[in-house]
């Protein structure tokens, strides 16, 4: 009997210092993923202040890259330009090159005694000078006119040449420009992506925290009273929206029909009610946030709508509690996400 009762002691002193121990370990894990939930938000802020410098720092380099482009742009429209009027120069320089080798030519033809021939039928030496003149005058005029051209074409490949030199010299240029630019854009999509993958975990310790918190749904202080009634929180008693709206508020969310100055108002609601406060909304589910079914969908009222609480997320579909999807009572079931309208994340 002694033995009987020793033992009872034993076990009883056993099982009152486990049941500490229990609360304050998940305290503790509690604890240690809200430190660590504010770490990540630290870091989170500390990258997104580094996104801002260097956003701020590639903008100059960027207009950099764009002023180098422009001149350019404005280089290559000049070297066109000129191309195109030594085209045009090029036709006339062969035109009147053309012209003087066929004067020769036709001079070298018929010899000088057909020079000679042409001047000696003057009737006078008044004619033959004149004769004389016009024959100088036209080799002259045609010599002339090509030489003109042929220094406008120098002149225009003399300025191709400049204006290509400016434009490697400009190009070399943008190059190490765009170099730098390219990067600190580098730097920028690691600071998103790191930003990115911090907002996930964050996600994460918010779900796991959420998990950890939960309080048994049994628990809901309504559950025999009248459905007349109006909770604390500004919802009928027993309905879906006065279960989530207890939900939030054992989870630390400060929730209520009119908070921030909305109205929430039926669950048809929500999800526009939300968004005008900045409230995320998103079809991506999380412990702790609310599915939101617009009317007549997923089974849900075709007037009012539905919602409900997320207590687990098993990739294309979730557990969640309720009130009155069976008429003014709890219940639990696990759905496709596809089936839910809406998550809205008041955490």
Same mark, same amino acid.
């Given at each position: ?61 960027? $207009?950099?890259? @764009? *002023?180098?482009? +422009?001149?350019?742009?404005? #280089? /290559? %429209?000049? &070297?066109? !330009? ?89 190009? $070399?240029?943008? @190059? *190490?420009?765009? +170099?730098?630019?390219?990067? #600190? /854009? %580098?730097? &920028?999509? !690691?600071?998103?992506?790191k930003l990115a993958s911090l907002h996930s975990k964050e996600s994460s310790i918010q779900e796991e925290i959420n998990r950890l918190t939960l309080v048994d749904a049994s628990l809901y202080p309504y ?16 309905q879906c929206t006065s279960f989530v709206a207890w939900r939030l508020n054992q989870q630390g969310v400060r929730f209520t029909n009119t908070m921030r100055g909305g109205r929430f108002g039926n669950a ?25 079914? /617009? ?53």
């Amino acid at each position: 009997m002694k033995r009987l009762l020793l033992v009872g002691i034993v076990t009883s002193s056993l099982l009152a210092g486990m049941i500490p121990y229990q609360t304050v370990n998940a305290e503790g894990s509690v604890g240690e993923k809200k430190q660590e939930l504010k770490d990540v938000q630290k870091e989170q802020k500390d990258t997104k202040e580094t996104l801002k410098e260097l956003k701020s720092k590639i903008e100059p380099h960027k $207009k950099k890259v @764009e *002023k180098m482009e +422009k001149k350019i742009s404005q #280089i /290559n %429209k000049k &070297i066109q !330009k000129s191309e195109k009027e030594n085209k045009k120069n090029e036709k006339k320089l062969k035109k009147y090159d053309q012209l003087f080798k066929d004067r020769v030519r036709l001079i070298y033809a018929k010899g000088e005694m057909g020079s000679m021939q042409a001047l000696l039928e003057s009737e006078d030496f008044g004619e033959f000078l004149e004769r004389f003149e016009t024959l100088r005058l036209i080799l002259m005029r045609d010599k002339t006119l090509f030489n003109k051209y042929d220094k406008v074409r120098k002149e225009h490949e003399k300025l191709k040449k400049e204006l290509s030199d400016l434009r490697k010299k400009q190009e $070399k240029e943008a @190059e *190490k420009t765009r +170099k730098v630019y390219d990067e #600190i /854009n %580098k730097e &920028i999509a !690691k600071a998103q992506e790191k930003l990115a993958s911090l907002h996930s975990k964050e996600s994460s310790i918010q779900e796991e925290i959420n998990r950890l918190t939960l309080v048994d749904a049994s628990l809901y202080p309504y559950k025999y009273a009248s459905t007349s009634g109006v909770d604390p929180w500004g919802f009928y008693i027993r309905q879906c929206t006065s279960f989530v709206a207890w939900r939030l508020n054992q989870q630390g969310v400060r929730f209520t029909n009119t908070m921030r100055g909305g109205r929430f108002g039926n669950a048809g609601n929500w999800d526009d009610n939300a968004r005008a406060l900045g409230i995320r909304v998103d079809k991506r589910p999380a412990v702790g946030a609310v599915a939101q079914f /617009n009317p007549g969908v997923g089974g849900a009222s075709s007037v009012y709508g539905h919602v409900a609480f997320v207590t687990a997320v098993h990739g294309s579909t979730i557990t969640i509690e309720e009130y009155n999807h069976r008429p003014y009572a709890f219940s639990r079931r696990v759905i496709p996400v596809s089936s839910v309208s809406n998550f809205i994340h008041m955490n």
